[in-house]
């Protein structure tokens, strides 16, 4: 630097996560800039406009679905001060959209926790919590992810409003068609393939089970279970919107989701 001293590895480290946060700031704020043009265009065009790869709201906001969907588990981790460092690595890594989900936390912990996270992420991620809609409105969460043995869509829905993000979880076809019906932003598919992060998992679907869930609807869609970088990108070309990953992110959160991110570009 002119007429000073060259910034030392522990400061460049920090203009570097700076950076990225930033730019995550700057993307944000240019979907929803770009989802305000979108509503316009749907509302000249009588509703007829469809954008793959977007979840629209009841209200016409779009929320873009990024290739990687991240999904933190508090049970995964030693403890909380891990959670929070390792959601901030997830951040520097690329990661824009981040589910909550938390099987066997208590509810004042749990709030603890997400609202923490609100806080510590602003605007630069959304956020999703997993079953619980009370909870994300406690939260300021932008939406919230079902299965099969939660609420209805429609009961979440009418706690969360039109503007929040609904997802749902799906593993087989007529569950799909089912949840297609809803009103339901996105759907998940699987799972794909065998995984430990379920205690007692569905059957897999594998690849042909993403090709058939694509033909199935034109919601954005979710593919889950067993993905790894190894078998990532072949879930996106049998049709999936995005990957949703749990254990393959925990060893060195930040350099993982960037290789899913060169990965899957």
Do not use: W
Request: some cysteine; aromatic content about 4%.
């Amino acid at each position: 630097m002119e007429g000073g001293s060259e910034l030392s590895p522990q400061a460049g480290q920090i203009v570097k996560k700076l950076r990225v946060r930033v730019r995550a700031i700057e993307v944000v704020r240019e979907a929803r800039s770009l989802s305000k043009r979108f509503r316009e265009l749907s509302r000249e065009s009588g509703g007829a406009l469809d954008l793959p790869g977007f979840a629209q709201t009841r209200h016409g906001a779009l929320i873009p679905l990024p290739r990687l969907y991240s999904i933190v588990d508090p049970s995964l981790l030693p403890g909380t001060a891990d959670l929070f460092a390792f959601v901030a690595e997830l951040a520097s890594g690329g990661c824009t959209l981040l589910q909550y989900r938390n099987k066997t936390g208590q509810a004042r912990m749990m709030v603890e926790h997400t609202r923490t996270l609100r806080t510590r992420l602003g605007e630069s991620v959304t956020l999703v919590m997993n079953d619980r809609a009370d909870l994300c409105l406690a939260a300021g969460f932008d939406g919230v992810h079902v299965g099969q043995d939660d609420l209805s869509p429609g009961s979440v829905r009418r706690i969360i409003g039109a503007d929040r993000l609904l997802g749902v979880s799906t593993h087989n076809p007529e569950q799909l068609q089912d949840a297609d019906l809803t009103s339901a932003d996105y759907l998940a598919i699987g799972p794909v393939f065998v995984t430990s992060s379920k205690l007692n998992p569905d059957p897999v679907l594998g690849l042909e089970g993403v090709r058939r869930a694509r033909a199935l609807t034109r919601k954005p869609l979710v593919a889950i279970g067993g993905i790894t970088r190894a078998n990532a990108a072949s879930v996106i070309a049998a049709g999936a919107d995005s990957v949703a990953v749990i254990s393959d992110l925990l060893r060195d959160p930040r350099k993982s989701a960037e290789e899913f991110f060169r990965i899957l570009r």
